[in-house]
Structures are given as C-alpha cells and as structure tokens.
C-alpha cells in the first residue's frame, strides 16, 4: 500500500497505544503551559503547532516508553528528533492577521496541502528543499471527533518525479523548486483521491516523504482537540531523500 497510494495505515497495536498514553500526558503538559501556548498557537488559537516540542529519546522512547510498532520493517533506522505535537482544536482555522485571504482559502479548501521540507525563504518566499525527511509517522494520541490527517493518494509519484526533473545534478537546497512544486500540486488536485486518515490511539499511520497532505478543518462537535504526534526522522544525506 505504502508504495501504490504513498501512505499506509496500521491497526492498533498495544506497543504504540503505551506510547501513545505517555505521550499524551506530556503533550497535554506542554499545551496547557502559557510559554509554549504563547510560542505554538496559529490560527486564532485554533491550531498549536508544537514542532519540535515532544522531549522523545533518538530512539523515540517518551519517559522509557519504546517508540516500537508494525511500520518498523518498512522505514529505515534513523535517529528520531523530537516530535511534532500538533493539536488542532474546535473552530480550525480561523485566519490570523497576518494570513490572506487566498492562503486562508486555500487551508479550508485544500487542508493546506503540502509536502514538507519544502520551506518558503527570503522576502519573495520562494520555496527550497531544506528538510530531508526519510518517512512521516503520525501516531494519534487522544480519540477526536474531527480534523483528520488528509492525504492524497498516490501524489508521491507526481512529486517525486517533477522534484527530481527539477533539480536534476545540481546541490539540492540550491535550486528554487517554487513554480515546479505549484504546478505538480495543481497535477495532485486533478489526479489524485483525497482520503482523510480516521485513527485512534494505539493505532498509527506511514506517509510517504513526497506525498501531499494535510489537515481537515473542523466540522465535528466540539470536543477537547484532535492531538497527533508526528515524527520525520531525516537521511545525512539529501541525496537518498531524492533519489532513494
């Protein structure tokens, strides 16, 4: 599945639901601190983006809990950073004072589809390869009703392919992929299902380094918040994140 549709769901596996319960606790510790509330919420208060924030172990361990479950034979040993704990909440997204309006449309209308390392730099904001991610792990932490991950089902191909004629030989963070990326995401849109990721704790999820994905806006009742911790563990080398 994982090659075909460029993500893969698993079931519920106990190993990840014990990590999932610890790393709950933390994460709600760090979403109800008014310094990390103050550094992590977007949209209105409606999104706490928490990158970087879970304290996990390279090996992915929380508080001695093993980061352990079905993915593991399908991505590579790399050390993990430290995770991204996402918490969207009732009402996502609001648009903030500083969004446009085309850029807020296009997080209701598209879920901000994206395919991440790609990062907008200088004042023009134009787009470079600067992360390198090997894989994105979603493992769901609370049960929530709404704002699922979306992902679009087989655009890794179509990514893949217009990065790789795109940057060809030349040093990979040298080379402005902006109208490329534009233009294989608008390929995405015509081509490509949108399937949303529905998951519970103890459950998990694999989406392919090049695929195109997102967040749902809210539609649900209200409840406390849809929390994800996501890890993207990334190659030394940015070669094996384009060629490989």
């Known amino acids: 599945m994982m090659a075909r549709d460029g993500f893969e769901v698993f079931d519920y596996d106990p190993r990840v639901a014990r990590w999932a319960a610890v790393a709950r606790s933390v994460a709600q510790t760090l979403a109800d601190d008014p310094n990390m509330r103050a550094k992590n919420l977007r949209h209105g208060d409606t999104w706490f983006v928490g990158v970087d924030a879970l304290p996990n172990a390279v090996d992915g361990a929380i508080k001695g809990v093993p980061l352990d479950g079905p993915w593991a034979n399908q991505v590579p040993d790399l050390p993990h950073h430290a995770a991204q704990v996402s918490i969207v909440y009732p009402g996502y997204p609001k648009q903030d004072a500083t969004e446009s ?27 470079f390869a600067c992360e390198y991610h090997a894989y994105i792990l979603g493992i769901p932490l609370n049960l929530a009703p709404s704002a699922p991950t979306m992902v679009w089902r087989g655009s890794h ?6 990065l790789r004629d795109a940057i060809g030989d030349r040093p990979i963070g040298s080379v402005d992929v902006t ?17 949303a990721i529905g998951v519970v704790p103890g459950q998990s999820f694999l989406i392919h380094r090049f695929a195109l994905h997102g967040t749902a806006p809210w539609e649900g009742p209200v409840a406390a918040g849809r929390m994800i911790a996501f890890l993207r563990p990334e190659f030394p080398d940015p070669q094996d994140w384009l060629m490989s």
């Open 101 to 127: 309006d085309a850029n807020h449309r296009f997080r209701i209308r598209r879920c901000a589809a994206h395919v991440d390392g790609l990062l907008p730099k200088g004042p023009a904001r134009r787009r």
């Open 157 to 162: 191909h179509i990514m893949k392919a217009a």
């Open 179 to 195: 109208e490329v990326y534009q233009a294989a995401r608008r390929a995405v849109f015509e081509r490509c299902e949108r399937v």
